[in-house]
């Protein structure tokens, strides 16, 4: 009889047990580490899904990446638009709460000082750098947004500053006499007449409209190319009581008014006498009319040329007075080499929101841009300089009034006018980025918790399954190494007979 040795039987047991073990190691992992396979090929068929699945929560993960980047850019935005808002709100606080006409050495009341220092503020403030680089530059991310104060007020060598502008704006606006570019030539028998020194010029105060209750009086106008006003009386004395209005505009598009009226015997101000002939009569009107158009121009006209001045310097590009200020008939555009440009970010064709855009989703996109010479914020920033930067003589007896009459005007200026842009509506331009953001950001975690549960069902074990199968496999195991052990010790006496003696 032949017999066959163990070792092809115990081949096949070593092979199940080595099979067995390695399971036991894959499964071993994957009680650890809670995943099916290390990598997708591991998956099987299910690999593409998976990889598809990932390839989705990758992507939302940069979008979400993208809107927290944005997001804490907008919330700087947003703080110093409101500190911005909040400065011009305490200008107009002080100027309300301190009236009184007070100055020091520098020629300037507290309220001015204040001024200046919330004007130094608000341009740190527009200075603001974000995670990308300067926030109010436009897409000029890497330069400031604004020159420094110091340039801004006071020119910066050659350039000439708002300090300067205004100046030549207040020369320009009264002009060689004292009537603010006016002229009121001699009386022709016993017509009184006043007229612009310029067609077309834009400095000084212009003639608006005149409204006569004056008794016998022919007054026309504004006619012609000066617009010039006539009050003709030859036809008679006005009544006691009888009035005239002038109407003015002056340089900032703010109006005056002076009225005169007839006396026949004058005890106040913008009062002339009824005289004995009408010429006499008339050479009193005229009289008044001169001392009143020259009291608007020593107190009304300055305050509105300094806010035309402010108007001028933080344009784009700024206006200057062309040649000589008192003379000047026209303004000329300021260049880099003569005037100091305020506004030193990027200043392209496109809208401000434009010029940041960020996708935040496949199909969505936020536009979140800002320029500090926006007028929202530029019209606060021209308002506040323009107090800041003027000052008074104390032996000049008109200071107070031209004082009160600034202050009235930036206050007034402060509340934004209806047509001006607000800075609130910058704010809610961004604010409505942010909602755009937040509603995609909300959107994006419901997706992606619904793919991570798909991805999850691929790719994770049920544990308590694998501990089964491992105790399972463990029980095989221990049953085929157990077998293997016996085959093992076999040998071939165990079969043979005793041999005998």
Partial sequence: MTVSGVSSNIAPLIQSALDINKQLSDLSRQLGTGQKADTYSGLGPQSGIAMALSAQLSA?????????TVGTNISLQQTALQQIASLSSATKALIVGQPTFDIDGTGQTTTQKTALDQLGQILDLLNTQGTSGYLFSGSGVDQPSTDTLDHILNGNG??????????????????????GRLDIPPLVGSTVSINEDVAGSPFGMKLAAVNSQLTNAAVTG?????????????????????????????PDGSSQTLTLQAATTPSGPNQFAIDATTALTAANLQAALTTGVTKIASTALPTASTMAAANDFF??????????????????????????????????AGTARSTATARVDPTTTVSYGTRANEQGIRWIVQNVAALAATTYLPSDPNAAAEYASLSQSVNTALAVPAGVQNITDIETSLASAQTTMQSVQNRHKQTSNTLTDMLQSIERVDQNEVGAQILSLQTSLSASLSTTARLAQLSLVNYLAPVSG
Avoid: H
């Fill in 158 to 179: 050659a350039q000439a500053g708002l300090k300067q502008v205004i100046d030549e704006r207040n020369q320009a606006d009264l002009g060689t006499t004292p009537l």
């Fill in 222 to 250: 504004p006619t012609g190319a000066l617009n010039t006003i006539s009050a003709d009386l030859s036809g008679g004395n006005p009544s006691d009581g009888d009035t005239i209005t002038y109407t003015f505009t002056l």
């Fill in 315 to 348: 344009g784009d590009p700024p206006q200057r007075v062309s040649g000589a200020p008192s003379t000047s008939t026209a303004l000329v555009a300021g260049t880099a080499a003569d005037t100091v440009i305020w506004y030193t970010g990027e200043n392209g």
């Fill in 60 to 68: 939302i993960g940069s979008y979400d990446d993208t809107i927290s």
